[in-house]
């Protein structure tokens, strides 16, 4: 999601929606069913495939589930997924682009099942893939999982951006500034903004029943992204690439529930060989 800075100071914390049960149920529903699309997907994107197979066996995935896909006609998009290849940031649009070896390659879904929003993405590595970028995916996974971690009630949203920026500038990657987390639940995009990064302490204290998207985009290079002409497809300007992976979680009265977690254990597809 786009940051407005001049809007994103002003959201007041009465704007955030404290979830009961239902959504709860909900939105675990919704999850699954994303992670398992995510999941079908990993033998698929291989040397030879185009990004927009991958669009057409997602949509397929998810309306032979009787799940709606929430990127159809949203704001004027028409696919199903994003993929988002080597320097595409997010937003890519699926298409005739065929996927080579070395390739690393976001795939983001987002369904909607009996009204909950399930919203997740991971890499997925195409054959050998440089050292460096298997190291960013890795670093990117590693410093989303620090910002899930650090989310418990009384911890703010300053602690989890910390967390993930701390882990991902220790490697020298950066954080993308652009692009931001959200809200989700019966509504796509929500408040709060979850910055990638940010001051332990600072920011919007968590609450249990609070539902959003933590999503950190990590350049190898400079944080500095641009739109291309197409309205949607987000890039590095200095053409390095960049990682991203995404989980839909909950604020439980004790800690954190992650909805979108893989039910094959295939969190980190860019691992798995082939
Ligand atoms: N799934 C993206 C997110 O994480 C949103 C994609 S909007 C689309 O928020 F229209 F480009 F699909
Ligand atoms: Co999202
Ligand atoms: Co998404």
């Known amino acids: 999601m786009f940051v407005d800075a001049a809007t994103n100071a002003a959201r007041p914390t009465a704007q955030i929606k404290l979830h009961g049960p239902e959504a709860f149920a909900g939105?675990?529903?919704a999850g699954r069913l994303a992670a398992e699309c995510l999941d079908m997907l990993v033998p698929e994107t291989k040397d030879g495939v185009t990004t927009e197979r991958l669009d057409t066996l997602a949509r397929e995935f998810?309306?032979?589930r009787g799940a709606l896909p929430a990127c159809v006609f949203y704001k004027g998009y028409r696919h199903?997924?994003?993929?988002?290849?080597?320097?595409v940031v997010c937003h890519g649009i699926p298409g005739p682009r065929v996927l080579r070896d070395?390739?690393?390659?976001?795939?983001?879904?987002?369904?909607?099942v009996d009204g909950w929003h399930g919203d997740t993405s991971r890499m997925y590595a195409v054959g050998d893939v440089k050292k460096r970028d298997m190291r960013l995916m890795?670093?990117?996974?590693?410093?989303?999982?620090?910002g899930i971690e650090a989310i418990r009630p009384g911890a703010t949203l300053g602690d989890v951006g910390a967390a993930i920026q701390k882990h991902a500038e220790a490697d020298r990657f950066s954080i993308v500034r652009d692009f931001?987390?959200?809200?989700?639940?019966?509504?796509?995009?929500d408040p709060p903004n979850i910055l990638h990064y940010g001051r332990p302490g600072e920011g919007v204290a968590l609450r249990?029943?609070?539902?959003?998207?933590?999503?950190?985009?990590?350049?190898?290079?400079g944080t500095s992204v641009k739109v291309l002409n197409d309205g949607w497809t987000a890039v590095t300007k200095d053409k390095q690439p960049s990682a991203q992976f995404e989980?839909?979680?909950?604020?439980?009265?004790?800690?954190?529930e992650i909805f979108t977690a893989s039910p094959k254990g295939l969190h980190q597809p860019h691992q798995t060989p082939g």
């Open 27 to 29: 939105m675990r529903a």
């Open 80 to 87: 199903t997924v994003c993929t988002s290849l080597n320097h």
């Open 138 to 146: 890795d670093v990117t996974y590693a410093a989303m999982m620090k």
């Open 180 to 189: 931001c987390g959200h809200g989700l639940g019966q509504v796509f995009h």
């Open 102 to 112: 070395g390739d690393i390659l976001n795939i983001d879904v987002t369904v909607i």
């Open 247 to 256: 989980h839909a979680v909950g604020v439980t009265e004790t800690g954190v």
């Open 62 to 64: 998810v309306m032979d």
């Open 208 to 221: 249990p029943g609070m539902i959003f998207t933590v999503e950190p985009m990590v350049n190898a290079g």
